[in-house]
């Protein structure tokens, strides 16, 4: 079993920065892809990139450049830092860690709002 917990959410202006967390209750980055996804009002889970074991980062095409995954081996955690952040952007955000084989594991996700 593994535990996420996500933080880092909350309410941030127009072209503002956060930088959410998610942080592992074991060592697992060996042998997980983690990935970032998010979930508008009324709309479907969209995925928004992932770091893979080996530590390459791959992200949806409309985020490049405003979106970066980062990770602390060290400290178990993973982080995604949104830059020039739009009210589109509004979502609860989930980790999620996903192995080669077998079962995956979600967060309890953090709500992130972008408005004035």
């Known amino acids: 079993q593994v535990q996420l917990v996500e933080s880092g959410g909350g309410l941030v202006q127009p072209g503002g920065s956060l930088r959410l967390s998610c942080t592992a209750s074991?060592?697992?980055?060996?042998?997980?892809?983690m990935n970032w996804y998010r979930q508008a009002p009324g709309k479907q889970r969209e995925w928004v990139g992932v770091i893979t074991s080996g530590g390459t980062t791959t992200y949806a095409d409309s985020l490049k450049g405003r979106f970066t995954i980062s990770r602390d081996n060290a400290k178990n955690t993973v982080y995604l830092q949104m830059n020039s952040l739009k009210p589109e952007d509004t979502a609860v955000y989930y980790c999620?860690?996903?192995?080669?084989?077998?079962?995956?594991?979600w967060g309890q996700g953090t709500q992130v709002t972008v408005s004035s």
């Open positions: 999620n860690a996903k192995p080669a084989r077998g079962d995956d594991y």
């Open positions: 074991r060592n697992i980055f060996r042998f997980y892809a």
